[in-house]
């Protein structure tokens, strides 16, 4: 069984920064792509940025130059830098996983909410 943890989400006001973490556990062969998703009240989820076992990196337009994907394989962690905050940036945020064998796996959710 394998259990994806996500931590740092939290209240921020606009213009700042947080960052989350998710860290893989359990008995599993190798990762493939890690990712974070999000889903605000009322919306479907929707990819964030995603990041493959070698580095190659994918971002949602709303996102770039503002948040920053990046892993520790070593960790099998993933993580998020969002920097610029903005109020559309409210959402539930998801980890996911594609474990080699496996298939994908969410993590339960992080709170992420921008307000001043």
């Known amino acids: 069984q394998v259990q994806l943890v996500e931590s740092g989400g939290g209240l921020v006001q606009p213009g700042g920064s947080l960052r989350l973490s998710c860290a893989a556990s359990?008995?599993?062969?190798?990762?493939?792509?890690m990712g974070w998703y999000r889903q605000a009240p009322g919306k479907q989820r929707e990819l964030v940025a995603s990041?493959?076992?070698?580095?190659?990196?994918n971002y949602a337009d709303s996102v770039k130059g503002r948040f920053s994907i990046s892993r520790d394989n070593n960790k099998n962690t993933v993580y998020l830098q969002m920097n610029s905050l903005q109020p559309e940036d409210t959402a539930v945020y998801y980890c996911?996983?594609?474990?080699?064998?496996?298939?994908?796996?969410w993590g339960q959710g992080t709170q992420v909410t921008v307000s001043s």
């Open positions: 996911n996983t594609n474990f080699i064998g496996l298939g994908r796996y």
């Open positions: 359990g008995t599993f062969f190798s990762i493939h792509t």
């Open positions: 990041i493959t076992s070698a580095g190659s990196t």
